[in-house]
């Protein structure tokens, strides 16, 4: 370590990372925000990039960790702002690389006129299936001018190089989360309670939730759905509620603090529910796994990164009739409940440890840039 600015100890290896999205409660601005955490445990130091408006949750948790917070501007598009802040926190220091996340607009700027001599990274949460219709048009082009390539699943790097083309440094880097409680029992009384914690967006096909809940109910009268989240999918979930005679028993809860009250809300529940269109490698399905929450959720690639292909209680996207007998068979077998809750306790470090995944991460910080200082 050598003096930083106010006598602080500077790392010897510093990032600049540019994060788009911040505002929100969502995976990948948890992934920034703990991983942010975790990168600044190893010794690497992270000046993280944010939009105005960011969320305390994410900035307050990389801040206590000891990164330093740069926020844009906050008139003008976000992007431009995001991509000024990057270049006079360059000047001022420049990084060993400049990160974002996700491939936006802002690495597609940065990229079409980058710092000199600094090297680009990009780390990217979705899965990059062509059901990811907000991906720029350009991102081929934007993958060509990297000098390295993060995913979180080996699906997201097959469509990197089929779809895209790309042919340069590459990492499939593990989603994780911040370790869960030594002791944590899930609820275990009736009638149950099932759980979705998701965006409240189209592709996390929250409405087949309410519909697979919706049959599940005719044989648990007494059973409640927790929707925890918020999104502009939301008036419609809730007419959708109303309409199938189920507002009594739909409980749009809102949001909860990401890292503080994970604990309150797997302990509140029997059984989560995750019935998306496609997913990167969510973390909403990893914190109910390591807490042993059994888990029935739509075959997206993302929940099979999770829980494995073999998992049980995975069915056909869209299939509402097979999410609604995984979560009968799961209320009503003490068996398999309990079976299930065992397995994924058992399973949950070796598929998401923390520690793995940031040792991976640094392997791949030194393969772009060359070995990092002990």
């Known amino acids: ?36 955490s975790l990168l600044e445990e190893a010794g690497l130091h992270v000046r993280l990039v944010a939009p105005a408006g960011a969320l305390r949750a994410w900035t307050g948790r990389a801040e206590r960790s000891g990164a330093e917070i740069i926020f844009a501007n906050g008139g003008g598009c976000q992007s431009t702002s995001l991509c000024e802040a990057a270049r006079r926190v360059c000047r001022e220091r420049p990084p060993a690389a400049v990160q974002f996340t996700p491939v936006g607009k802002a690495c597609g700027l940065w990229c079409a006129d980058a710092f000199p001599g600094v090297p680009v990274i990009a780390w990217e ?40 083309g790309y042919q340069g440094r590459l990492a499939v880097v593990p989603n994780t989360i911040a370790a869960p409680p030594a002791e944590l029992s899930p609820r275990t009384g009736s009638p149950p309670v099932v759980t979705c914690v998701s965006r409240l967006a189209p592709e996390k096909g929250v409405d087949l939730a309410i519909h697979s809940f919706a049959l599940f109910q005719r044989s648990n009268p007494g059973a409640e759905l927790h929707l925890w989240g918020h999104g502009e999918d939301e008036e419609r979930l809730r007419e959708l509620a109303v309409m199938l005679q189920l507002e009594r028993s739909v409980k749009f809860r809102g949001v909860f603090e990401p890292f503080d009250e994970i604990d309150r809300v797997a302990a509140g529940t029997n059984i989560a529910i995750l019935s998306s269109f496609f997913e990167g490698m969510p973390v909403a399905l990893m914190e109910m796994a390591a807490r042993g929450v059994p888990i029935v959720a739509s075959r997206t690639s993302g929940a099979e990164a999770v829980l494995g292909a073999n998992y049980p209680w995975l069915s056909p996207v869209g299939d509402t009739a097979a999410m609604a007998r995984h979560l009968e068979i799961l209320a009503c077998s003490n068996g398999a409940w309990h079976e299930t809750h065992r397995r994924l306790l058992a399973e949950w470090p070796a598929r998401f440890c923390p520690h793995k995944s940031v040792a991976r991460l640094t392997e791949f910080y030194a393969s772009v840039l060359g070995p990092l200082p002990c």
Do not use: K, Q
């Open 125 to 164: 949460p979705t899965g990059m299936s062509p059901a990811c219709n907000w991906m720029p048009p350009d991102l081929e082009e934007i993958l060509r001018r990297l000098d390295g390539l993060i995913v979180l699943t080996e699906s997201a790097a097959g469509e990197a190089h089929r779809r895209f």
């Open 1 to 36: 370590m050598s003096g930083g600015a106010n006598g602080r100890p500077r790392a010897r290896v510093e990032l600049v990372w540019v994060a788009e999205e911040m505002r929100n409660v969502g995976g990948s601005e948890y992934m920034t925000a703990l991983f942010t």
